[in-house]
């Protein structure tokens, strides 16, 4: 597995050359002096991760959890200096397999994923908007925790999920909302994206983040990261409760 993300971090930067990209300025060649954790999952191990740099070491998570059953802590103790992220990256994949990552966007964010999910149909960040329009006063951050408002087909596709399960159980009762407030004075935001699937309407808006940061008053850029919370007994119908957040 070690050797599958070397290669797979090898192609990407292959890529950026071949595009015309300056590999030099992927995050995946961003240096890290010191990196240490001690017993840690891939989310732990990723926020210590980011959190050496946060203006440039950006990050999309997905990952699925299932609170019935034990979770292992499955990366062991690690202490690197002096590394690159993608030598980072391919230490933590190679302690935990079930994950691997890639970079997208002109090598700019890292993705981090579970292999098995990322071809499921099921898995909702692969489903596909034609139209993902934001022109207002928003929050980023409330853009990412509640994605399922704004984009149309997954909006559409989570409430005909939620029907069916009503049909079959009954209404259950008000659904808790994502609602971010405070004294910071809300962003204007203008996002227009055409065809993208959800998790490319993720890395966008940490895109834009990063490229109107200080307009939007930011210290450094968001990442993102997504969580499927297996429970059969969910109302939401799909056997589990999808959950958005930044990192």
């Not at 994949?93 to 990322?118: K, Q, W």
């Not at 596709?157 to 069916?164: A, G, N, Q, W």
């Not at 850029?221 to 589990?240: C, N, R």
Request: net charge negative; proline share 6%.
């Amino acid at each position: 597995m070690w050797m599958l993300a070397a290669v797979a971090s090898l192609a990407c930067i292959a890529l950026g050359w071949l595009f015309g990209f300056d590999a030099s300025a992927s995050v995946l060649n961003v240096s890290v002096e010191e990196y240490s954790l001690d017993k840690a999952d891939m989310e732990e191990a990723l926020g210590i991760l980011r959190a050496k740099d946060p203006k440039r070491i950006l990050i999309g998570f997905e990952t699925i959890k299932e609170p019935l059953k034990s979770q292992p802590v499955v990366i062991r103790s690690l202490h690197l200096q002096n590394q690159t992220v993608v030598q980072i990256l391919q230490r933590l994949c190679g302690e935990d397999p079930r994950y691997a990552f890639e970079v997208i966007s002109d090598s700019r964010i890292v993705n981090v994923y579970l292999t098995s999910a990322r071809s499921d149909a099921r898995n909702l960040l692969n489903i596909r908007v034609r139209r993902f329009d934001v022109d207002g006063d928003v929050y980023p951050q409330t853009l990412i925790r509640s994605i399922d408002r704004y984009a149309p087909e997954l909006r559409e596709y989570l409430d005909e999920k939620r029907r069916e399960h009503w049909a079959r159980t009954g209404p259950p009762g008000a659904f808790p909302g994502s609602v971010l407030s405070g004294d910071a004075p809300v962003p204007r935001v203008s996002i227009h994206l055409r065809d993208l699937t959800i998790r490319e309407i993720l890395n966008a808006i940490v895109l834009y983040t990063s490229d109107h940061r200080d307009a939007l008053g930011f210290a450094f850029p968001l990442s993102w990261k997504y969580e499927f919370i297996v429970d059969p007994a969910a109302p939401t119908g799909l056997g589990g409760q999808p959950k958005w957040d930044i990192v």
